[in-house]
């Protein structure tokens, strides 16, 4: 009986030990010398404005050490502490810090890191975190995709839940290179921040245009006479089954001497008008010497904006312009719903005129501020490292960048929350090859915050994942058809034909 009591208590120890070393507390020393020196953290998450529903903001700490303790302290005295004793990766416990986050609404949460080296601890210059009282959409869709753009493999769409680290498949294509059922996948796009209604296209074998509403998508097959290059960049309609489609032309090149590795340049490029209800389309604006391209709506589906670049040089000749000084403004067309008519170009960004060119134009959600990357030429920025985010109040036609969130590195494609107050976006400041997701509270004034890298579990997958993040969305839900459901009407369906209209 002795022998059975003393194994159960060395059980009882060894268990009491194993839920003391998993336990989220973790003590503050309180034995410390104070130092200057900021903490050298990754990614770095220093004094940034953050959303109350974002998922634990894990980091590493680089700062030298034997182990270390991070402690979070609300402006009520409210605490959540976290230690690497084991590494430098600091991980916070996912309920407290929901809880921690809640309670820090529109408040500053002040983060302290304490580093044990040479036998005593250290207690760095501590950081904040402003605590938004607004929350960013919860989901973010993305493509990932190799750098190289050489094969069409291991690409797929996917759906990151923002307030935890769930990433969903929303459809991928091949593992490997398979020339019979190699396909592209890309242009995803939401109706009105919603998954009620998307779309996406498929490019070379099986393809056609995927359109998705509620539980059951179709495939649409945009191929006509009329319609040499097919449907590209999409907009839906902020209402109804509408969606605005340029049709490009381009051509891809591969710089072998240019920091700039890639470039994809419109040989062609006008608008299109497609009834997803009727399956009817019209061009907007055909044109031979202009490139239209990237439309969207404004908020209330009233006015349409658009890039368009003049593709020859201003000469006798008319020569084609060099890749290099093809320059793209954004314009707007005023929209009647009844008529389905658009009305005549407005200048709304000259670029071209200081030298610099725009693409994706993008309205808030209260219809105030213009939203676009400038670079200094074309339209490809995702590898233009002249590439910023700028905006246009159209309340007071000030133009100007959003200095606080851009790099010295490509920062493009964007998407607005569906409250206007958080900007996602693709940068490759982190080592000028990868996109990787970067996110930007945008203030009621009009003025960017430091912009901040997607959270992971494990902040190394950041440096990890050999994939470009491309085309981030934002939505208010999760995409509710399955990879299976996807996958079958791509490779068992033909796709539905067009109706074209000559008007």
């Not at 190289?148 to 990433?167: K, M």
Request: charged fraction near 20%; charge should be negative.
């Amino acid at each position: 009986m002795k022998t059975v009591l003393y194994l159960f208590s060395i059980l009882l120890s060894v268990l009491t030990g194993i839920l003391t070393a998993c336990s989220s507390t973790t003590d503050e020393p309180t034995d410390f010398t104070e130092v200057g020196q900021p903490a050298s953290i990754y990614p770095d998450y220093k004094d940034i404005v953050i959303p109350p529903n974002i998922a634990p903001l894990n980091f590493l700490v680089r700062t030298p050490g034997e182990k270390f303790v991070v402690v979070l302290t609300s402006s009520e005295e409210k605490k959540l502490s976290a230690s690497a004793a084991h590494g430098s990766t600091v991980q916070f416990n996912a309920e407290q810090w929901k809880s921690l986050l809640a309670a820090s609404r529109g408040k500053d949460i002040q983060i302290q890191v304490y580093t044990y080296t040479d036998r005593k601890w250290i207690r760095l210059q501590p950081f904040t975190w402003h605590v938004a009282e607004e929350e960013i959409d919860p989901f973010v869709s993305y493509r990932l995709i190799e750098p190289g753009y050489s094969y069409y493999r291991q690409l797929g769409l996917y759906q990151r839940n923002l307030t935890n680290f769930q990433e969903e498949v929303i459809y991928e294509n091949n593992r490997t290179f398979d020339y019979e059922d190699n396909h592209c996948i890309n242009c995803h796009n939401y109706q009105n921040y919603s998954t009620q209604k998307m779309l996406f296209h498929v490019r070379t074998n099986h393809s056609g245009t995927i359109i998705a509403q509620g539980e059951s998508a179709e495939k649409i097959n945009f191929r006509h006479d009329s319609i040499p290059f097919g449907a590209v960049y999409p907009a839906w309609h902020p209402t109804q089954d509408w969606i605005l489609f340029s049709s490009n032309k381009t051509g891809q090149a591969f710089h072998i001497l240019n920091e700039e590795k890639v470039e994809v340049v419109d040989m062609a490029s006008d608008l299109l008008f497609y009834d997803a209800k009727q399956k009817e389309v019209k061009y907007v604006c055909r044109t031979d010497s202009l490139l239209e391209t990237f439309p969207c709506w404004s908020p209330a589906g009233d006015k349409i904006y658009y890039c368009v670049g003049s593709l020859y040089q201003d000469t006798p000749a008319a020569q084609p312009k060099d890749f290099n000084t093809l320059r793209y403004d954004i314009v707007s067309r005023t929209f009647q719903a009844d008529s389905q008519e658009f009305g005549d170009e407005v200048m709304e960004v000259d670029c071209d005129s200081v030298g610099r060119s725009a693409s994706v134009p993008r309205i808030s959600p209260d219809g105030r501020y213009l939203l676009f990357t400038s670079g200094e030429y074309g339209q490809f920025h995702i590898w233009h490292k002249s590439a910023d985010l700028y905006v246009k109040d159209l309340k007071t036609d000030t133009v100007y960048p959003l200095q606080e969130a851009n790099s010295t590195d490509a920062d493009s494609y964007h998407s607005w929350s569906s409250n206007g107050r958080w900007i996602i976006f693709s940068s490759r400041r982190d080592d000028g090859s990868y996109t990787r997701l970067y996110i930007t509270y945008f203030s009621p004034e009009g003025k960017a915050s430091k912009a901040f890298i997607l959270p992971q579990k494990d902040p190394e997958q950041n440096m990890k994942r050999l994939k470009s993040y491309n085309v981030p969305e934002l939505t208010r839900d999760q995409v509710r058809i399955s990879p299976q459901t996807f996958r079958q009407v791509i490779y068992q369906t033909q796709g539905s034909p067009i109706t074209y209209k000559n008007e």
